[in-house]
């Protein structure tokens, strides 16, 4: 039991870590050099055209939040790999009954039609 709780806390302080040190490491190490290109709208490598304001269909929304609440499931599995042979048969169960949450919810968007483009 204790080698699990282990693994568990060597998972978490280097995900901490990694997640605090490459952001730092990005900011010390990158060149502070500001040019008028730098400080210029970005559209795809062309010059900028058209109305910054327009209006985007719902459907690039519904994909984001779509996308994020799968790549969490994903995140979430990890400690609960490791959780599994502390808590036994609980964590099965509620693992499945996550899942189930999960998947009813992308079957009502695809129904309702919201991964159609």
């Known amino acids: ?9 060597a998972y978490f302080v280097s ?8 952001p730092l490491l990005s900011f010390l190490i990158t060149p502070k050099i500001v040019t008028k290109e ?6 795809c490598g062309f010059a ?3 109305n910054a304001r327009l ?5 690039f929304y519904l994909v984001a939040i779509l996308f994020l609440v ?9 400690p609960w790999c490791f ?6 048969t609980k964590a099965y169960y509620l693992m499945l009954y996550f899942f189930f949450i999960l998947v009813a919810g992308y079957i009502y968007e695809w129904r309702r039609g ?3 483009w």
């Open 55 to 59: 209006k985007i269909t719902v459907h």
């Open 15 to 22: 995900s901490l870590l990694i997640s605090c040190a490459l």
């Open 83 to 88: 959780a599994v042979p502390i808590i036994k």
């Open 70 to 78: 799968f790549d969490l499931e994903v995140v979430l599995l990890f």
């Open 38 to 43: 730098k400080l210029s709208a970005y559209e």
């Open 1 to 9: 039991m204790d080698l699990e709780l282990n693994y568990f806390f």
């Open 48 to 50: 900028p055209f058209g």
């Open 114 to 116: 919201a991964l159609e």
